[in-house]
């Protein structure tokens, strides 16, 4: 019953990415693409801590925590970057 | 009790999964770039935080990692999407539209932010002058 459960959240989540993987290839603006790529981190990050969930290894939300961080410096490097620009 | 707590860590789960899912949803349907950041930001801070919660029934031992990446992720997804909202409105707005009130907002945030500076170095200046 979990396990189902677990498998109709990774599911949902995937259709999810789906989603903002299809806004990130189409946007038609830069702006699109980097908030397409801000969702697009937190679902992954989402997506590691089902995989340990899976696999049962406490070791992969290391990983999360490490990639919620640089993911987060990412997304401001690049608003920075664009802002200034202009 | 321990198949109760696995229900209800399994309905968390779905439950954060869906919100997501509407993030997604948002963002792929929403006609504006203000709207697609207001629909990418709330509901995934929500998703991940109720996924989170729904890994920590199903597993207590990872409690105290998974309220350290909630924690995380509750003090910078706000912050990054209000980041990329002033970046819209300083890069996209005010050379084609200028929308008079944004721009007046944005000219005020300025001013304020100046005067802050200007009053802090102000009591430096008089601190050092009284020790």
Redesign the interface.
Known sequence: ??EA??A??????G??????L??FIKGP?T??R???F??LT??S??FI??S??IE?R?IY??V??VY??LS?LG??AI??Y??G?? | MESLL??M???L??A???F??L???G??RMPD?FN??QA??KT??L??IL??A??AF??P??GF??L??GL??LF??P???Q??L???I???LR?HHKQPLIYLLILYQKKINQKSFLLKKKSRLKKRFLT
Request: aromatic residues 8%.
């Open positions: 019953m979990v459960l677990i109709l959240a990774a599911i949902l989540t259709i999810a990415f789906l989603f903002a299809f806004r603006s702006f699109d980097v908030i397409a801000d969702v937190v679902v990050i989402t801590v089902l340990a969930l049962k406490g939300l290391d999360a925590l919620a961080l987060f997304v401001i608003a920075r664009l802002e620009r202009f | 696995d229900m860590g399994g309905l789960l779905v954060g999964a869906a997501l899912l993030g997604g949803l963002l792929w770039l697609r950041i990418g930001a995934t801070t998703g991940t996924i989170l729904g890994t199903l597993h031992e990872w990692k998974l350290l990446i995380f992720l910078t997804n912050l990054s999407s980041c990329l002033v970046l819209l300083v890069a996209v050379p």
